[in-house]
């Protein structure tokens, strides 16, 4: 008897792509790591962690008021904190974490422990415009435009240290980028 090929999906809709262990993305501000972190993690069922959120959170200010209130030094300790308990996680896990983050030894270390550290790098150009009217990234107010690809340059060289991939942002819609972040995931 033949079977009604018609009956039978090749299709799997249920079905979560497989992925272990804990992924980070990385990256100068407005390179959109919350949101294709976000999407990306309900995609395949992880835990997501934005650390600049759980701070706020575990605070009770915002990053511009931490920032004011308490200073640089202060909102670093806490990123530390964060990321460092974001790692011990055995996954799967999805961590966006602030763009400063990179800056500090010690977080090279933390990041060193993540089975997948993600790049999203774009130019100062699309960081620019993707943040100009952002009323929450304190570090704005400090030389606008020529702050932004001074930090940019500046930082560069340690996103490149930590990241085990690079993907490039500036001509990608959202949709894209979480394609190609959870095909490196899928490949490791
Ligand atoms: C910062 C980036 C921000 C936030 C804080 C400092 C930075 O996070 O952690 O304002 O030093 O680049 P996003 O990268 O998510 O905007």
Redesign the pocket.
């Known amino acids: 008897m033949s079977k009604d090929l018609s009956l039978i999906s090749t299709e799997a809709p249920h079905r979560r792509p497989a992925v272990e262990g804990v992924l980070v993305l990385i990256g100068?501000?407005?390179v959109g790591?919350?949101t294709v972190g976000r999407i990306l993690a309900e995609k395949v069922g992880a835990e997501f962690v934005d650390t600049?959120q759980v701070i706020e959170e575990r605070i009770g200010l915002s990053?511009k008021s931490i920032f004011s209130q308490r200073g640089e030094g202060y909102f670093r300790d806490r990123e530390t904190e964060v990321l460092a308990d974001a790692l011990r996680c055995s996954g799967p896990l999805v961590v966006s974490v602030?763009?400063?983050a990179v800056g500090r030894p010690e977080n090279k270390r933390l990041l060193n422990e993540a089975n997948l550290v993600v790049w999203l790098r774009a130019s100062p150009a699309t960081i620019w415009s993707r943040i100009v009217d952002s009323v929450d990234?304190?570090?704005l107010e400090r030389g606008g435009l020529e702050g932004i690809i001074a930090l940019t340059h500046a930082r560069s060289s340690d996103y490149a240290e930590v990241s085990t991939v690079v993907v490039d942002v500036d001509d990608l819609d959202i949709d894209r980028v979480v394609a190609d972040v959870l095909k490196c995931w899928q490949e490791l």
């Open positions: 100068m501000m407005g790591k919350s600049d990053i602030g763009g400063g990234r304190p570090l």
